[in-house]
Nanobody, 126 residues
Framework: QVQLVESGGGLVQAGDSLRLSCAASGRTFSSYFMGWFRQAPGKEREFVAAINRRGGSTFYADSVKGRFTISTGSAKNTAYLQMNGLKEEDTAVYYC???????????????????WGQGTQVTVSS
């Protein structure tokens, strides 16, 4: 079993930056992709960003492109989400996700991922 633990959330003002971290542990971690999703109150969980741990290719939601950057650490068992130019509409619980070694057919769909973290709250005030 793989465990994902997010950290780095908090309360910031609009225009500020935050960096979220997601650490994977457990059995041999062989996921192709790690992704970030978010869920605001009363809304469905939505895709934010994903990264191919093996090739490094990245994918972003249009709403965060140019502001957020996803990356992995040197051991590729940790994923980061650097969030710059935060807006009130970025307020949500952010979740880290990973597949079980079978690459997602579409990294933007939550059901393609097998492991999830517990989430970290990001609140952006005006």
């Amino acid at each position: 079993q793989v465990q994902l633990v997010e950290s780095g959330g908090g309360l910031v003002q609009a225009g500020d930056s935050l960096r979220l971290s997601c650490a994977a542990s457990g059995r041999t971690f062989s996921s192709y992709f790690m992704g970030w999703f978010r869920q605001a109150p009363g809304k469905e969980r939505e895709f934010v960003a994903a990264i191919n741990r093996r090739g490094g290719s990245t994918f972003y939601a249009d709403s965060v492109k140019g502001r957020f950057t996803i990356s992995t650490g040197s051991a590729k068992n940790t994923a980061y989400l650097q969030m710059n130019g935060l807006k009130e509409e970025d307020t949500a619980v952010y979740y880290c996700a990973a597949d079980d070694g079978g690459p997602p057919r579409n990294v933007r769909y939550a059901w393609e991922y097998d492991y999830w973290g517990q989430g970290t709250q990001v609140t952006v005030s005006s």
